[in-house]
């Protein structure tokens, strides 16, 4: 079975330092990987996702993330946040791009 | 383009109570999910539909709730009756893939209904 941990629960940063997201996945074989984000009473929103080829991903609001094989890591990293980017992140894997396994989120809290 | 509607947006009943929730996917979208977003975890999938056929429903608490997507559009989840553990918010998404698919296929996800069980 698949699992995704995402150690940090919250993170809090100031405006314009940089920040990295800690996700690390369990599986034996290939997957495709992804992380959402979810504002305050939203919906979630891809952010980028990992299917195959490069193993750096860029993604929406200057967000990107790396995969390691060796290490079953997804991080996700951004240079420097803005207030707008404190939401709760989710890493998701997935075999067969069907069913999606989740990690419990982190809460990114952006101070000013 | 219009997103993946749901309603309502909150709902709050007693236990033993059967409540109703209404997803409509983006047009044209032939893969249908509803997850179950309990407060501090990640979403988790319910069920999946592809058209009107059921992919997937081996999360869904079957003794309670059960799910329809009568003519491939719009879907409907309801839990009957409902118990303290199922407060949480329930997401839908939707995504292009058809029937035969390969690959990945983004998922669009909906505002949710957030549902509180007294």
């Known amino acids: 079975a698949q699992s995704v941990t995402q150690l940090d629960s919250q993170v809090p940063v100031f405006e314009e330092a940089p920040v990295e997201l800690r996700c690390n996945y369990s599986s034996s074989v290939s997957v495709y990987l992804f992380w959402y984000v979810q504002y305050p009473n939203q919906g979630l929103q891809l952010l980028l996702k990992?299917?195959?080829?490069?193993?750096l991903v860029k993604g929406i609001n200057g967000f990107e993330a790396e995969f390691n094989k060796s290490q079953t890591s997804f991080h996700l990293r951004k240079p420097s946040v803005h207030i707008s980017d404190t939401a709760e992140y989710f890493c998701a894997v997935s075999l067969t791009g069907n069913q999606f396994y989740f990690g419990t989120g982190t809460s990114l809290t952006v101070i000013p | 383009e219009a997103g993946v509607a749901q309603s309502p947006r909150y709902k709050i009943i007693e236990k033993r109570q059967s409540v109703a929730f209404w997803c409509n996917p983006i047009s044209g979208h032939a893969t249908l999910y509803w997850y179950q977003q309990i407060l501090g975890q990640g979403p988790k999938l319910l069920i999946q539909?592809?058209?009107?056929?059921?992919?997937?429903d081996s999360q869904l608490p079957k003794d309670r709730f059960s799910a329809e997507r009568l003519k491939g559009v719009d879907s409907t989840l309801k839990i009957q009756p409902a118990k303290l553990e199922d407060s949480a918010v329930y997401l839908c998404?939707?995504?292009?893939?058809?029937?035969?698919?390969?690959?990945?296929?983004?998922?669009?996800f909906g505002p949710g209904t957030r549902l509180t069980v007294l």
């Open positions: 998404a939707s995504s292009l893939r058809s029937a035969g698919g390969r690959g990945t296929d983004t998922q669009y």
């Open positions: 539909f592809q058209n009107n056929g059921v992919v997937d």
């Open positions: 990992y299917l195959s080829g490069s193993t």
